[in-house]
């Protein structure tokens, strides 16, 4: 009865957004106020109707309803209360209903967003509905995939929807602007806030998957260029940049047309992303749904919303006339810099990620674009970005003085010069290339630091005067630091990489082997039984020299029934340093592939992304969106 | 701003979805990994049976449909594909021959005697020199050969029931049938 009653709801919604989509353009053509006043009750009641459909089938996963052909297929009554819930977006019907369940929740009073609506509510309603019932029913769930059973992965995909979903409201500002044909800056103020929020969910959903990775899949790696991964990658680079272009349009109205495009493309590429892991297009570890009807059915949806918004963007963008003149060397040129080489980077990321199947599409020869491509494109293009962001962002609007500037961060020179060759000495004159990201770090650091001390006027003023001009700053510009100096600690943490140390070896137990001055001795190895899988698991002691560091317990879980292995493995950090170590295949002799690790700084990546997400936050809190946001409501 | 240099986002993205419609045609699959050995003559070789003293010879399967199933007894996953190459054998009637890769032959013996044997005849391959011939990557591999001797097609990995319901039985069938493929003594 409940998941009718959710059926029917999600019924319900579809012919709700419908009419959003249709009745405040109608009356927004008649000048009929009541009309284009609906989007809002529209958008109100689409919410109640997806919270009905969402609560509907979550019961039907915590009660473990297996009447319901989802609940089967992806839940089990033995699972943990976590995954039970986590199973619901687990699967391609329940992630889908998340989506429309977020772009509910996002709200957005405008009729574009309606459309939105619509075509992802047709498409589950048509090709995926999670509430389609199981008869017979079945006494007992199948599960959920074990490599999914994981806190971590729990979180990922709804703070990844977030993100995707949030930049639709962008998107639907930026159409709502072309048709009227008016973009200044109190329309920036109300993409930025929007824009802001999804990055941060977008950041946080991509660090959740990448931490992930690198502690489930067994080897150490936290970023494959997998397909996947860059479809949520390209979305974020681009999404990126729109929060650097449409300050521009928000304090110097001019960079318009440019910011129109990138709200539209970045709501494209969160869809074209959605598209390549639903549709069949690719394969990948990840694309646990693929279905070549759904893709038939999604490709017709990107035809219409980003072709749609594309051809309006040519019909109406070249009317669109920036106001404010700048010079190249200015805070407006940084930005131009800043949206040109993160253009740049999200192309070749798209090219790396479409290229094989395009030979493939073509006929041509298997292929597989991976680490020595992006290598050679990707980290080019981020050199100078971050070289540029100290600097760029101390320039002053208009017109700046870059060698004034320069002369400004001695401190930071001093800082990265100092870190390049302590760096250098530390490792004995190590790879030279990480030695050099680990300067380009401080340099950054250096750079930050450097913009908020000439803001405080620290050390020219007493420090009371200083600690008041603090206190005055608005918060925007405490997120604009705290933002870059997350992404200097993930750029250390990558630049760290090359410094790891990595044994593998092929041991009995009581074998021991030796990993960068750790003595790893593998003392015993116990097998046990749970209903549904097989756990091997290894225990190893860590000493440096005669004192114990550590006992690990690297595990290997065996699910007979979903013939399927996973991995876990065990990380011991300090901050500083992981220790990493997975427990491989036995082999024929009865010894196990141990896989071990030391990893300087990787926890860096992570805890960067978390505090560029904190940056969003804070951003967030400014003043200026509270006093902004009275004005929206009116407009909405 | 110029009229084209605003047409260029869309037509950039025009020339993306026509491509996306071709990868969508049906019977594109882009998980099948292929073998630079399809159509082409499977490798010969003479290997020692596992029981007894015969000869797995590749002269002795020409004529007749095979499947020929690269296992050892100290790998997790073939453990889990045995129930379906049991199946196979047993209620499908197909010839599978397995050719266990990098085991000692005491090891693999055992492993049949317990878990059942869904082999027609067994080599070893102890030095896994045929298996670099055919191309594997690990165990389990499993590959389909035609009454010509040709290799028709490859399975990376455990068999699993869509797999064998989707592809290799409609293949085996093909091909001339699991019954001709358990006949044996086809022209």
């Known amino acids: 009865m409940i998941v009718e009653l959710g059926h029917f709801a999600l019924v319900l919604a579809l012919f709700v957004a419908l009419a959003q989509s249709v009745l405040p353009l109608v009356g927004a053509a008649r000048e009929h106020a009541g009309l284009m006043g609906f989007a809002r009750a529209a958008a109100l009641a689409q919410l109640l109707l997806l919270v009905v459909a969402m609560g509907a089938l979550m019961e039907a996963y915590v009660v473990s309803d297996f009447s319901v052909l989802n609940v089967v297929q992806n839940s089990a009554s033995t699972k943990p209360l976590l995954y039970k819930v986590a199973g619901l977006w687990s699967n391609h019907e329940g992630s889908m209903l998340l989506w429309v369940f977020v772009l509910a929740l996002v709200g957005g009073a405008l009729a574009v967003q309606g459309m939105i609506g619509v075509g992802f509510l047709l498409f589950i309603l048509l090709t995926s509905n999670p509430f389609l019932r199981a008869l017979p029913v079945p006494p007992e769930g199948r599960g959920l995939n074990p490599v999914l059973q994981d806190p971590g992965l729990a979180f990922h995909p709804p703070f990844l929807y977030l993100g995707y979903v949030g930049f639709s409201v962008a998107f639907s500002f930026a159409v709502a602007a072309l048709i009227e044909g008016r973009v200044d800056a109190a329309w920036a103020r109300w993409v930025r806030p929007w824009s802001l929020a999804s990055w941060c969910a977008l950041t946080v959903g991509i660090a959740l998957g990448s931490y992930w990775s690198y502690y489930t899949l067994g080897w150490g790696g936290w970023w494959f260029w997998d397909p996947v991964e860059n479809a949520s990658l390209m979305p974020w680079i681009l999404g990126t940049a729109l929060i650097h272009s449409s300050i521009v349009v928000e304090k110097r109205d001019t960079m318009k047309a440019w910011t129109v495009l990138l709200a539209i493309l970045t709501f494209s590429l969160s869809l074209i992303g959605t598209f390549l892991v639903r549709s069949g297009v690719l394969s990948s570890v990840h694309a646990f749904a693929t279905d070549p009807r759904r893709g038939v059915f999604i490709l017709g949806l990107l035809a219409a919303a980003i072709g749609g918004s594309l051809t309006l963007y040519a019909l109406r963008a070249p009317s669109l006339r920036g106001g404010g003149l700048f010079a190249p060397v200015s805070r407006e040129g940084a930005l131009v810099l800043n949206n040109l080489l993160l253009s740049c980077a999200c192309g070749t990321v798209l090219v790396g990620t479409l290229y094989p199947l395009f030979l493939d599409a073509v006929g041509g020869p298997k292929i597989s674009v991976g680490f020595p491509f992006f290598n050679e494109t990707f980290v080019p293009l981020m050199v100078p970005l971050l070289v540029a962001l100290g600097p760029g962002a101390m320039l002053a609007w208009k017109r700046g003085d870059l060698p004034g500037v320069l002369q400004r961060l001695w401190a930071a020179f001093a800082l990265a010069a100092l870190v390049g060759l302590g760096a250098f000495w530390a490792t004995h004159g190590g790879p030279i290339l990480a030695v050099l990201g680990l300067a380009l770090a401080a340099w950054m650091v250096g750079g930050v630091l450097a913009e908020l001390a000439e803001r405080l006027r620290l050390f020219r003023l007493p420090l009371a005067a200083s600690w008041g001009r603090a206190r005055q700053l608005p918060r925007a510009a405490w997120g604009m630091s705290l933002a870059h100096f997350g992404l200097a600690l993930t750029v250390a943490g990558i630049a760290a990489s090359p410094f790891e140390h990595e044994t593998i070896a092929l041991i009995r137990p009581g074998g021991t082997a030796e990993l960068a001055g750790y003595t790893l001795e593998f003392t015993s190895l116990v097998r046990r039984q749970t209903p549904d899988h097989l756990i091997d698991d290894a225990t190893i002691v860590v000493r440096r020299g005669n004192e114990q560091v550590a006992v690990m317990h690297p595990q290997r879980r065996l699910f007979p029934q979903l013939q399927q292995t996973t991995s876990e493995t065990a990380i011991r950090t300090n901050g500083l340093v992981d220790l990493y170590i997975a427990l491989g295949d036995p082999d024929p002799s009865g010894a196990w592939t141990l896989r071990a690790y030391e990893k300087p700084l990787v926890s860096w990546i992570w805890l960067g992304a978390l505090v560029m997400a904190a940056g969003g936050v804070v951003s967030l809190s400014d003043r200026r969106w509270r006093v902004g946001l009275s004005a929206r409501r009116r407009r909405a | ?187």
Not at chain 2, 58 to 84: D, I, K, Q, Y
Request: aromatic share 8%; net charge neutral.
């Open chain 2, 1 to 187: 701003m110029k009229r084209w240099l605003a047409l260029l986002p869309l037509a950039a993205f025009c020339g993306l979805a026509l491509y996306f419609a071709l990868s969508l045609r049906p019977g594109h699959d882009p998980e099948v990994l292929p073998s630079a050995m399809i159509d082409k003559p499977m490798p010969d070789f003479a290997l020692p049976a596992l029981e007894g003293e015969g000869t797995l010879a590749s002269a002795g399967l020409r004529g007749r449909v095979t499947v020929v199933n690269f296992f050892a007894s100290w790998c997790v996953p073939c453990r889990v594909e045995h129930p379906m190459l049991m199946t196979l054998a047993r209620e499908k009637g197909v010839a599978i021959i397995g050719i266990a890769y990098k085991d000692a032959p005491a090891a693999a013996r055992k492993l049949l005697a317990d878990a059942g044997d869904p082999y027609a005849a067994t080599g070893q391959d102890r030095e896994g020199r045929v298996a670099i011939d055919f191309g594997v990557y690990g165990v389990p591999e499993t590959y389909v050969i035609d009454r010509a001797g040709r290799i028709r097609r490859r399975y990376v990995g455990p068999l699993t029931p869509e797999t064998v319901a989707r592809d290799l039985l409609p293949l085996l069938h093909q091909l001339g049938g699991p019954e001709a493929a358990s006949g044996g003594a086809a022209p």
